[in-house]
């Protein structure tokens, strides 16, 4: 069997983590002038409890996961603004 480096392994979740927000987002920017208040809320309250009963299962419990709410409201608004911030 074929060890995995703690770097190597930490570069693969990473990874599996970019793409799921990558489809999120992409899911966003395609329907951000069709979607209401209510599917919005839908996709955060589905993808919590998935990932709290994911989380439940692997860890026991899903406390302290937090993030979605702001992922969200920023892309859709980055989308709906143009796409562009600029950092300084």
Known sequence: MNEINQEDLGNRGVKILR?????L????KENWRSFTCHQIASIYHDFLFDMQRGLRGLRGTATNFTG?????????????LGGS????
Do not use: M, V, W
């Open 19 to 23: 793409r799921a927000f990558e489809e």
């Open 25 to 28: 987002d992409n899911l966003i």
């Open 68 to 80: 979605l709410s702001e992922f969200l409201i920023f892309r859709f608004l980055y989308h709906q």
């Open 85 to 88: 911030f600029e950092s300084k």
